[in-house]
């Protein structure tokens, strides 16, 4: 730690909250307002959400580094080739930024929600951070924006309460969402069929709410019974409130 | 929901943040300079964790409605005469507000943290919902902050996040240490010991870091192993990052 030479930029791992650019908080803005060079993760031929959010407190002056995902999020990540890609991808990515780092530049490396919750940024602060100074500034999360919109109060109490990756498998889904007092699944796209008849089985249908596009204009809240297809985005999530004490 | 008059004020629930005041959002900072009351949570005595946030934001023109428990945190719940206790502070503090809606001003309720993520606006929420209108705006929550003052990555690709109060027994802590990749305990406390033994049954001491007071200025993060004595805030935290999949 002692050796991260001084004369190098900072990273800035920036959280930017749930897609309501309002919901950037105070220190994120004046960190992309000041540094040279903001970088954000977003897939091929497309903005990225970050990017979207960012638009509002981006200076025209800096230098925008997108970094482009090789592939889509719903390919398995058990397929070698793909794991291999993603390497090579967040190899680059790294040597993009220390190369700013490394001329002194300060580089915010900007992403949805909370840098630390599943993010993308994860995986270039371990990369990164034995090199260089890295300062994180946690973000309102994507799931603290949907229960937010969906008015739903989360936890109370001693409830305790879960965060399921819709890629789990039946089985583990059903032991968790029975073990849990308030449950969020993310990651939902493809699964939400598993995920359904998981949270049938777990008999916890008629208190679960689906939201999708949370705090942005496409915002969409319906009871999951009331959801009739098995169609979904991939960031939209599933939330079963807790029912802990409350005098 | 029809029947709201609209010559009422609107309720506002505000989430500040975990500490640091530059960790407010822009859409926070905006409702708190422009409404006029501003209601907040206090402990008898003290000024409360929600108004040292507040300050940076507060202008001198606006009402300040501190609401004020009646008791510690770390009373015991099941303590008839507390939930009694509390039930009236709750219906005095609704009473309060309504009387500020019903005269046509807007209120902004703020808490630290996310207003429905274990806060005490739900129980204001819950009793205010149906009569006047609500805005909930999150916030970061308080494991946020410490997760990213302690540069813990928290939770990769399928790992299963629980958030677990310290105030549940042993043996539920053990049996939830043991089916969660990520763990964050709240509301330590005097529960420390009881907390130390679970995650030591449970076979994961050497990854818990102990965190007091995340982004405030007496900012405290140690290894649990290396915390020699059971002393602890009741917002204090503990952290077990998971080590789910990482290309």
Redesign the interface.
Known sequence: MNEITSSNGRLYGV?L??G????????A??IIAAVPVVAYFAKQGARGKARAILDRWLPGTCLQLPLLYPLTTETH?CDPAY?RE??GF?ADAEAAIATHLLAGRDVALVCEG?????GSF??L??RL?DRFR?E??????GM??C???A???????????????G??GHA?LV??LG??DAVVIIKIGANLAKIRAAIVEAGRLSSAIYVEHG?SEAENIVLLAAKTDDHAPYFSSILIPGQG???
């Not at 994180?136 to 999360?141: D, F, K, L, N």
């Open positions: 959280g909250g749930p309501d650019p309002e919901l950037v908080t105070i220190k803005a004046k990540f794991v993603l390497r967040y909370d840098p630390l919750f599943y994860m995986h602060y371990v951070k890295v994180i500034v946690p973000g309102v999360t603290s924006g229960w937010s919109a008015k739903a109060p989360m936890a109370w109490g001693d409830d305790v309460l879960s965060v399921l990756p890629t789990l583990a032991r968790h073990a849990a705090t004490r409350r005098p």
